[in-house]
């Protein structure tokens, strides 16, 4: 079943040297699935998820033949009704946290606020809905949690609460936008597991977005492969060792690492075809 389908899209920005294209014509669609972005930091997978929630700032421009979520074409409704889709339908957890939550109401109000505008629910309920949350993404000690401000919570946590703040409206996608890249290994499986249970569990969409190929073969069923805002190559990620783009090869063998700076993918020679050629489709 195909709950997004995104057809054409294209994110504008005007420039003093003229309209530079961070997304240029990517297609895809997404079923009850977990489909990764990869590409290199500047191809675009951010641009992307954001344009489907048309968080494009101004001057930016988006454009798609259209963007249809269960038929309904977000491109055409109104800002008023696009509200409603992020808050109830569409979740996104940003590649910065930091800027997601706000630093001065403690995260309990925060996820009370987050439950009752979903929800229209009473206080008591929306605490209790609030603390299920937590304890849904295995934080044990939801109750101090709840009265902690954000800069009290530790990366990994911080990363658990956004999802569970983003899971809060009961959404059918969830885009997820880098959201173990700044956490070290062991608690990045943590937080891909919990994810992933979710998933399964409530039968959402996810887009996960992420620099690391590797990481998105062993955690996702398809991949997109972006380079300089297109789509050089679709793979199922059981195939991707399969893979025959060289720029997919170059990312299958960069290996990023938490302790070393990231080296092969710099002495890889780059194509002009590979951007030049048309943006390969992702309909499933
Ligand atoms: N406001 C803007 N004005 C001009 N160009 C922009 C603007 N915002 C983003 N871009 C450009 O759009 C391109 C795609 O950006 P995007 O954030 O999607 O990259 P990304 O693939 O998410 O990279 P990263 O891995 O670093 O997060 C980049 O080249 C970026 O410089
Ligand atoms: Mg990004």
Request: aromatic share 4%; charged share 25%.
């Amino acid at each position: 079943m195909t709950l997004l389908d995104v057809e054409n899209l294209w994110v504008k920005f005007p420039t003093r040297q003229g309209v530079f294209d961070a997304v240029r014509g990517v297609s895809f669609t997404l079923g009850k699935e977990r489909l990764g972005i990869v590409g290199e930091s500047g191809s675009g997978k951010s641009m992307t998820g954001r344009a489907i929630l048309r968080l494009i700032r101004p001057p930016g421009i988006v454009e798609a033949d259209h963007i249809a979520l269960e038929g309904r074409d977000l491109m055409q409704i109104s800002e008023k009704e696009m509200r409603g889709v992020r808050g109830q339908q569409i979740s996104m957890v940003m590649q910065d946290p930091k800027f997601s939550l706000n630093p001065v109401m403690t995260i309990g109000d925060q996820l009370v606020e987050a439950y009752r505008l979903a929800h229209k629910s009473g206080r008591s309920n929306a605490r209790q809905a609030s603390i299920a949350a937590l304890e849904s993404v295995s934080i044990r000690d939801p109750e101090r949690v709840m009265r902690a401000y954000p800069h009290e919570m530790s990366g990994g946590m911080g990363q658990r609460i956004m999802i569970a703040m983003m899971l809060i409206p009961g959404p059918q996608i969830l885009i997820a936008d880098e959201p173990t890249s700044a956490l070290d290994v062991s608690v990045q499986r943590q937080v891909l597991s919990i994810m992933d249970d979710l998933v399964t569990s409530r039968g959402m969409g996810l887009i996960f977005i992420s620099h690391d190929l590797n990481l998105v073969a062993d955690f996702c069923d398809r991949v997109l492969i972006m380079y300089a805002g297109r789509v050089v190559e679709v793979c199922d990620a059981d195939k991707l060792h399969q893979a025959t783009h060289p720029y997919t090869r170059g990312l299958l063998n960069s290996l990023p690492r938490l302790d070393q700076p990231r080296g092969k993918l710099d002495v890889l020679k780059r194509d002009p075809a590979w951007s030049d050629a048309p943006s390969v489709s992702g309909r499933a």
